[in-house]
């Protein structure tokens, strides 16, 4: 992860090599639970506005849940 910072905000980027998203779905009767690998992300914190934005590209094709006929 890399920080910039300057006297107002604060913006964190994301190492993708090290960042993992992990997910939940609700289904009928039961819970979906996967993973993607991250692409990019970074999210910027104004503390001046008191508020966060941010992007995380996730690789679709990484998507992985256990199950080979859904994956």
Do not use: C, W, Y
Not at 24 to 34: D, Y
Not at 58 to 68: D, M, P, Q
């Amino acid at each position: 992860m890399t920080v910039r910072m300057d006297a107002e905000t604060m913006t964190f980027r994301v190492d993708p090599a090290k960042t993992t998203i992990a997910f939940l779905v609700g289904a009928t009767l039961h819970t979906v639970r996967g993973t993607f690998r991250l692409k990019s992300g970074e999210v910027e914190f104004d503390g001046t506005a008191q508020s966060a934005r941010g992007e995380f590209v996730v690789e679709i094709e990484s998507g992985t849940t256990g199950n080979k006929s859904r994956d």
